[in-house]
């Protein structure tokens, strides 16, 4: 699979295109992107994928958008269900001024796009006019096709990204990975932390991560970790140690890997989140404290090994 990061590094012929941001690559979006890729194949074409970063809605309204994937962990997602070309593409103010017409152009110089999958609600260009109407029109004079699919959903409703952020941020993880149809992952290289850890028999690969991405809520929860292609049992506190360091603000994201004893510091280390065990507390005492910490490694040791 090739990943690009701009449209004008691609020149392609015959494709069959989604655009969207396609952030989580949800359920919803699996859709598309499974007959976008059937389709292709069988017409020996390739399957292309052109989304977005930042976000478009942070860009024009300024509010920041957390990402449930960034783009080389959304390229990962695309590949693995058989996309041949993702093209991430800078969304800026002026991109978001360019005309459906011409924006339709340079699709079909770059691509030779031959036919376009969209979903229900899409629409792109200046103003959003590019609808699926409007597409279809431009595509009879550029020499492509239009086909839309409609909403995807469950007994809970349609399924969304902006939904997904919802549990995230109340950390219902095993729902939002049920919604997803994947893990929610979070993976970054491991620093060194304030060592407390190791003083109470207990230590913690603390993990730097990016500040774009979306952070589950403070607490507990049971992950499967992924640290050069092997996995392990862990143990993950979300939070601000409030028991230590009562004043601090910043989350730090701390991994404790059951059965495990190496220096990792600088590697990359991935969480797939499986579980929420509780919120993050406040402790009386540091026995309190350690008492309840081999309560939650238990208890993630009994959750991951029903998975």
């Known amino acids: ?160 990204s902006t939904a997904i952020r919802r549990l995230i941020e109340a950390g219902d993880v095993a729902e939002a990975t049920r919604l997803l149809g994947h893990p929610y992952s979070l993976h970054g290289p491991v620093i060194r932390g304030d060592g407390r850890g190791r003083t109470i028999s207990v230590p913690t690969a603390n993990i730097a991560y990016p500040g774009e991405k979306m952070i589950p809520a403070k607490g507990v929860y049971a992950c499967w970790a992924y640290l050069q292609d092997r996995q392990h049992l862990a143990a993950i506190n979300i939070g601000t140690n409030p028991t230590f360091t009562p004043e601090k603000q910043t989350l730090n994201v701390e991994a404790y890997l059951l059965d495990f004893d190496e220096e990792i510091y600088g590697e990359d280390l991935r969480l797939d989140f499986v579980a929420r065990l509780r919120d993050e507390l406040t402790f009386d005492s540091v026995e309190e404290l350690v008492k309840q910490i081999w309560a939650d490694v238990e208890a993630t040791r009994q959750i991951l090994q029903k998975t």
């Open 1 to 160: 699979m090739g990943h690009y990061h701009s449209l004008d590094e691609v020149n392609l012929e015959n494709s069959w295109l989604t655009v969207g941001v396609f952030d989580g690559v949800h359920r919803g979006h699996q859709q598309i992107l499974k007959k976008i890729t059937a389709g292709a194949h069988v017409n020996d074409a390739p399957a292309v994928v052109l989304t977005f970063h930042p976000h478009p809605v942070s860009v024009l309204s300024g509010r920041e958008v957390k990402c449930l994937t960034l783009p080389d962990e959304r390229a990962d997602l695309l590949a693995q269900l058989g996309i041949d070309v993702v093209i991430t593409e800078r969304f800026t103010r002026e991109l978001s001024q360019v005309t459906a017409y011409d924006f339709m152009i340079w699709l079909k110089r770059q691509l030779g796009l031959k036919h376009l999958l969209i979903g229900y609600d899409f629409a792109l260009g200046k103003g959003r006019e590019g609808n699926a109407a409007r597409l279809a029109e431009i595509g009879l004079e550029l020499g492509y096709s239009v086909d839309v699919i409609p909403a995807f959903g469950d007994e809970g409703g349609v399924i969304s």
